[in-house]
C-alpha cells in the first residue's frame, strides 16, 4: 500500500518557486531546495522526478499564473492605454513589495538564454501570449487615437515588455519608487 503524501504538494511547489525565483537553477543547490520546501530527498523524487524536472513544473507554474494575472490586468480598463499604464503600475507596485524582488521567468532567460529547449519553450509561449494580448490592446488606443497613429502594435508591445522586464530588473537592483514610476511614464509617453 503506497504511503500518504505528508505535505501539500502545491504549497511545496511554490516554495520551490521562490528558491528557483531567487537563485536559479545551478544556483540552487538540492539540500537547500528540500530545506525549504520541507520535504525529504525521496519525496521530491516521489513527486517530482528529479531536480531538472521540478524546476521546469516550477518555472511552468510562475509563468501561466504571473501571465494570466498580468493579461487580466492589462484587458481590466475599458482604456486601452488604463489598461497597458495599470500593468505598469502593478508591475512597479509587486515589485516595491518586496525587499528583494526576483522573477523566475527573468531568471531562466538571464540563466539559460535559448540553451535549454524545455526553458525556452515555456519562455517563448508565455512572452508570446503577454506580447499578443499587448499588441491587441496597443491596436485597440491607435484605433481610438489614445496612442500615435504611426505607432507598430508588435514595435510597441516589444518595447511595453522590455519596460516590465526592465522594472523589475531595476527594482532588484535597488532603483527608488521614483526611478520606477519615471520608467512608467516615459514608456506610457512613448504610445502617445
Same mark, same amino acid.
Given at each position: 500500500?503506497?504511503?500518504?503524501?505528508?505535505?501539500?504538494?502545491?504549497?511545496?511547489?511554490?516554495?520551490?518557486?521562490?528558491?528557483?525565483?531567487?537563485?536559479?537553477?545551478?544556483?540552487?543547490?538540492?539540500?537547500? +531546495?528540500?530545506?525549504?520546501?520541507?520535504?525529504?530527498?525521496?519525496?521530491?523524487?516521489?513527486?517530482?522526478?528529479?531536480?531538472?524536472?521540478?524546476?521546469?513544473? !516550477?518555472?511552468?507554474?510562475?509563468?501561466?499564473?504571473?501571465? !494570466?494575472?498580468?493579461?487580466? @490586468?492589462?484587458?481590466?480598463?475599458?482604456?486601452?492605454?488604463?489598461?497597458?499604464?495599470?500593468?505598469?503600475?502593478?508591475?512597479?507596485?509587486?515589485? +516595491?513589495?518586496?525587499?528583494?524582488?526576483?522573477?523566475?521567468?527573468?531568471?531562466?532567460?538571464?540563466?539559460?538564454?535559448?540553451?535549454?529547449?524545455?526553458?525556452?519553450?515555456?519562455?517563448?509561449?508565455?512572452?508570446?501570449? +503577454?506580447?499578443?494580448?499587448?499588441?491587441?490592446? @496597443?491596436?485597440?488606443?491607435?484605433?481610438?487615437?489614445?496612442?500615435?497613429?504611426?505607432?507598430?502594435?508588435?514595435?510597441?508591445?516589444?518595447?511595453?515588455?522590455?519596460?516590465?522586464?526592465?522594472?523589475?530588473?531595476?527594482?532588484?537592483?535597488?532603483?527608488?519608487?521614483?526611478?520606477?514610476?519615471?520608467?512608467?511614464?516615459?514608456?506610457?509617453?512613448?504610445?502617445?
Amino acid at each position: 500500500m503506497a504511503r500518504q503524501k505528508e505535505f501539500d504538494r502545491e504549497t511545496v511547489l511554490k516554495r520551490a518557486i521562490g528558491v528557483f525565483s531567487n537563485h536559479g537553477f545551478e544556483g540552487t543547490s538540492t539540500d537547500v +531546495l528540500l530545506k525549504t520546501m520541507g520535504i525529504s530527498r525521496q519525496s521530491m523524487y516521489d513527486t517530482f522526478g528529479d531536480k531538472w524536472k521540478l524546476y521546469l513544473e !516550477a518555472l511552468q507554474r510562475y509563468v501561466t499564473e504571473s501571465i !494570466a494575472a498580468q493579461v487580466t @490586468i492589462l484587458n481590466g480598463k475599458p482604456s486601452p492605454i488604463k489598461g497597458v499604464e495599470a500593468l505598469l503600475q502593478t508591475m512597479i507596485r509587486t515589485a +516595491l513589495a518586496d525587499p528583494a524582488p526576483a522573477c523566475l521567468g527573468i531568471s531562466a532567460v538571464c540563466e539559460f538564454g535559448r540553451s535549454e529547449r524545455e526553458v525556452t519553450l515555456v519562455t517563448e509561449v508565455s512572452g508570446r501570449t +503577454l506580447r499578443t494580448a499587448l499588441e491587441k490592446r @496597443i491596436a485597440e488606443a491607435i484605433g481610438t487615437a489614445e496612442a500615435s497613429a504611426d505607432l507598430d502594435p508588435a514595435e510597441a508591445a516589444h518595447f511595453i515588455l522590455a519596460t516590465l522586464t526592465g522594472i523589475k530588473v531595476a527594482a532588484r537592483s535597488g532603483a527608488s519608487s521614483e526611478v520606477l514610476h519615471g520608467i512608467a511614464r516615459t514608456a506610457l509617453r512613448s504610445l502617445r
